[in-house]
């Protein structure tokens, strides 16, 4: 079964640091990959999605991410954080039915920024 | 676009209580999905409606959780009787260029 791994728990970053969150996951076969990101109180939005081709995608609000294939990674960063990326981050993956189909998400890595 | 209906936002109640939550996709979205997501942990299906049949129904704990999508439009997902590890955000979701979800129902089982 497919799994999805999200390394950190809580990170707690200053405004202006760098940001850089982990995902693997456990899948050979084809996969689109996720991240979605869910501030307090609100539903889960989609920062960007690899389904093929340049595998450094560049989403929503200054992120981006880079699908490693050899690694099994879909690792997320951002240059620059801010206050209003206080937030919970998901990785989630699917067996390539591109927009259809059972997502599976990692558990979550809680991003805090000081401002 | 309108998003993904869900209500309500919050419910408790004791545990051998029953309960039911309510999910109007946008329109148009042949596919619907309803995750449960416990706290600290990432959403997971429980269902997965193709138009108003189920698609995958594995992960659904069947001998109290039960969902409907009689007309293919809205569903209606239900515990009976709930126990006090259900207590979770359900959320609902829809797909068809993309998936959308709902802002959940945030379950508290006491």
């Known amino acids: 079964a497919q799994s999805v791994s999200q390394h950190n728990h809580h990170v707690i970053l200053s405004e202006a640091a760098s940001l850089e969150l982990g995902c693997n996951y456990s899948y050979g076969g084809t996969v689109n990959l996720f991240w979605y990101v869910q501030y307090p109180g609100q539903h889960l939005q989609l920062l960007l999605k690899?389904?093929?081709?340049?595998?450094l995608v560049k989403g929503i609000k200054g992120f981006e991410a880079e699908f490693i294939k050899s690694k099994f990674s879909f690792n997320l960063r951002k240059p620059s954080v801010q206050w209003s990326d206080t937030a919970e981050y998901f990785c989630a993956v699917n067996d390539g039915g591109g927009s259809q189909g059972n997502l599976i998400f990692g558990k979550g890595t809680k991003l805090s920024v000081k401002p | 676009e309108a998003g993904v209906a869900q209500s309500p936002r919050y419910k408790i109640i004791e545990k051998r209580q029953s309960v039911a939550f309510w999910c109007n996709p946008i329109s148009g979205h042949a596919t619907l999905y309803w995750y449960q997501q416990i706290l600290g942990q990432g959403p997971k299906l429980l269902i997965q409606?193709?138009?108003?049949?189920?698609?995958?129904d594995s992960q659904l704990p069947k001998d109290r959780f039960s969902a409907e999508r009689l007309k293919g439009v809205d569903s209606t997902l239900k515990i009976q009787p709930a126990k006090l590890e259900d207590s979770a955000v359900y959320l609902c979701?829809?797909?068809?260029?993309?998936?959308?979800f709902g802002s959940g129902t945030r379950l508290t089982v006491v």
């Open positions: 979701a829809s797909s068809f260029d993309g998936y959308t």
């Open positions: 409606f193709q138009n108003n049949g189920v698609v995958d």
């Open positions: 690899y389904f093929s081709g340049d595998p």
